[in-house]
């Protein structure tokens, strides 16, 4: 290297550091996330379903809002403009490149489309513990099916995922419900739906509802009605329902029953007399039937009047993939772990390219949290490496030696890497201690010369060291390590990991 | 939907477009990438590669300059201003992000670290045929390790990778070089590495030996002479060397020998009065020991006194992935396909961060590149799906037990799916077609009535097309299609199939 070069080294050193609200990755995370991904590809590929990908980026005037929390169309994400001046945007999930995709390629695609995807997505928004700015989706859609054999397909595959992940039933459960449902209700309660504040009103009903496991029935009754004030005093505006409204909703949000039959009947009380209420139950009545035939309990697959599944683009069923186990929320409380994913049917999916509307119904699951219930729940074998042998290196000299020996451990099956750096006998333990090493293996002159190898076997030393509680007997411990002959030695090492 | 809604969408319909110089995947080309990715990320772990994941965004003054073709800093890449005014690129290479990483993580790795990573890299550059401007690299990368075992065992992981795609020995080769023999044969011939014009000299001399394989002999002649006029009549001035000069670094990349101990002795011949030479072939023979050693032969693993590979950031052994089968190149001509990857040491990987040199070595496989060269050799078995088998619906009412023998053939180990949508049995054909299936089931309802179903061979029934040449006779054809009494039906295609 010049001395220039070096010279403009000097002038600048940045800080290494990842950019605020990204973050790497790596290790037993990774893999567990990775091992996840593949498992659910697979039950979706055995659904039918085709892999796509598209790219990072969509032109910002075709991404649209398909984010089911947010009615802002450009606002959370990346965007940058070309340099012929088109702006482009990072996708904010992978539903609007879908969009895109069937669009531009309709006519040469297969009818009914069932598409998975997964990849990260990209959110404009303010980091927070645990909120970052990218993150893993894995999304599964058929599009150009109206029928609910469509919705009820995916919601089984739902279910079959988190089995397939190891997860008990009654671990997780995917709830049901109906957005016809919803705005049966309306209709029921008396809102009418060409009045200008019609929207609003909708919005701030359907948000109350989704309160419903977190608040309980009683602060729906204050959202629905004048509003309510949180413990911290914050006071939110509710839907200003006059009473006997509110409890018509209660009595939506509060079914309970034995099956998914049921709650069926009972929503049908609640909103028969609408058109769109009558629809959403017929519907719901289509999917158990697909259900029941299919094997599918209510255990799997339930009948939920409180799924609300976010404010957007829903125009039918909506299903939401929970896990019901106990674990600790944000603010230290045992609740329910809560949503991993869901979905629903979106008919309107390539109506803003095409002008014509196609039905389309899916599920999105969210990786990072599926992973860490999964972490919670200690369903991560499959995804975690074998047990790994390091061969350090006392003299350069016998390096080909060693890196053979490597080679014919790995060809016995065994995961095996030989201490690939210059630095003395101390700093290669350090090595095989950071690297989570189970058997270190040494081979020094004299052992050479009498044609064996030491093997320590670092998870028993650190047993031994518990129990020692001394560092110098634990070094010194004989139990931990042994000599054994080259020609035992994949033997040897067999029955240690057996 | 409000009629709001629909009025605001007849304002603007955007085009359905990917933007320029990107694209979507899907089928067989995206199952053939994911399961090259296995298949060597499987490699790189076996070797102790460690999975890292980093996010798409770098700090853009972080990213430095790791292009081996290019010496610009931010060009050529994405960049975006975020909320509180600092530069985010996307990353244009995995290396960038590695040094970040060992920079801000450095005292807590395991040392040396050996990494791999795969994902795409953005690199904001005018498209073309072929090259996008988002692409998947998969890397592996040893941090920490300054001896020429590191280098050697990313070389013969190199191979096996090659070997662990299908590709057989002859049509991959993985032809190694070092940077300071060809520091030391600038120094042979008499070039002044303190004089001004040396680095410039330098690139154009090495740029000159990179088209050996292109231009042959009497090309590198000309451009590290006057110059030389290509067949367009654009002419590229030359190194300006005198014609001893000329002859010496001609001898230099034109060696042939029958084995790799013949080159270096050639090597050594040209530049072994330099130190850089000396030091360039003492470590070509300790990485041959090495090779040798573990009986990796010349016809994987050659040295090869051509190799440039770019003019970056290279400080000792250079390698480049060739496939040698002949192909196609854009022109039309018929050549070696080339390389498909390469890397080398970089001993100043994270020095801009830290100040320090940190050695460093590793390569970088071009995904979509190779799987190219998978697709020309026919190497594409274990990416591809089982057969697909379809069930059609003649009767909505019958969905759920459809389902139901859907589910069936999915436990018997078949891969099947139902027609999802609500078109007519000419729709759903074609249907069949599209996804490219191998049997169609129908069951019509005098069909259920007898307990049989219809079996149709879409792929036989192609054949016979072909033979019958008569499209009516074919759709007639009773060969093609049998009935099958349902508690048959799985052993029936088993046997199809087998």
Same mark, same amino acid.
Request: aromatic letters at 6%; glycine letters at 10%; hydrophobic letters at 40%.
């Given at each position: ?46 659904? %039918? ?34 340099? &012929? ?120 009903? *359907? ?10 029935? &009683? ?96 125009? %039918? ?14 603010? %230290? ?33 969210? $990786? ?8 919670? =729940? ?55 201690? =950071?690297?989570?090493?189970? =058997?270190?293996?040494?081979? %020094? ?7 064996? $190898? ?42 240690? *990991?057996?």
């Amino acid at each position: 290297m010049s001395n220039r070069k070096a010279k403009k080294q000097k002038i600048f050193k940045p800080k290494a550091r990842t950019p605020r609200g990204f973050r790497d990755m790596s290790g037993d995370e990774l893999s567990l996330q990775q091992s996840m991904i593949a498992t659910i590809s697979s039950v979706y590929e055995r659904y %039918g379903f085709a892999a796509l990908d598209t790219s990072a980026f969509e032109y910002a005037d075709a991404l649209g809002k398909f984010l089911p929390d947010d009615d802002r169309p450009n606002e959370g994400v990346f965007a940058l403009e070309d340099d &012929d001046g088109q702006w482009m945007s990072l996708r904010y999930d992978l539903t609007a490149p879908l969009a895109r995709y069937v669009a531009e390629h309709y006519d040469a695609l297969p009818k009914p489309l069932r598409r998975f995807q997964w990849g990260p997505v990209w959110r404009n928004e303010k980091p927070g513990p645990g909120r970052y700015r990218q993150f893993l989706q894995i999304d599964a859609d058929t599009v150009g099916a109206g029928n609910m054999a469509a919705d009820a397909e995916i919601c089984m595959m739902a279910a079959d995922c988190m089995a397939a992940l190891g997860i008990e039933t009654g671990d997780y459960l995917v709830r049901i419900n109906n957005r016809k449902i919803m705005d049966g209700l309306l209709h029921a309660i008396g809102l009418d739906s060409d009045s200008d504040d019609y929207e609003n009103q909708r919005l701030t009903i *359907l948000r109350a509802m989704d309160k419903f496991d977190r608040l309980g029935l &009683d602060g729906v009754r204050d959202l629905l009605g004048a509003g309510r004030k949180d413990d911290s005093g914050d006071f939110t505006k509710g839907a200003g329902l006059d009473d006997k409204q509110i409890e018509q909703v209660a009595a939506m949000v509060s079914i309970q029953a034995n099956n998914r039959l049921a709650v069926i009947d009972a929503m049908e009380a609640l909103v028969g007399g609408s058109q769109a209420g009558a629809d959403g139950v017929a519907e719901l009545r289509e999917m158990d039937a697909l259900f029941t035939a299919l094997g599918y309990q209510a255990d799997r697959l339930a009948i939920d009047a409180s799924i609300v599944r976010g404010l957007g683009y829903y125009t %039918g069923p909506v299903y939401e993939i929970e896990l019901t186990f106990d674990a600790e929320d944000e603010n %230290g409380d045992i609740t329910r772990f809560g949503s991993v994913g869901g979905g629903g049917r979106y008919d309107d999916l390539v109506k803003r390219f095409k002008g014509v509307e196609i039905p389309a119904t899916g599920i999105s699951i969210g $990786v990072s949290r599926l992973a860490a219930a999964l972490t919670m =729940l200690g369903k991560t074998q499959g995804s975690q490496a074998d047990p790994l042998i390091v061969v350090l290196v006392m003299d350069k000299e016998t390096r080909p030696a060693l890196m053979q020996l490597v080679q014919n451990l790995r060809q016995a099956g065994l995961r095996a890497e030989l201490y690939i750096g210059d630095s003395a006998m101390k700093a290669q333990l350090r090595y095989a201690d =950071l690297r989570n090493a189970r =058997l270190v293996i040494i081979e %020094g002159e004299d052992e050479r010369q009498a044609g064996v $190898v030491t093997l320590k076997d670092l998870e028993l030393g650190k047993q031994q060291s518990v129990e020692i509680e001394d560092n110098a007997e634990w070094r010194a411990s004989a139990h931990a390590q042994q000599q054994v002959p080259r020609d035992a030695l994949i033997d040897t090492i067999k029955q240690i *990991l057996a």
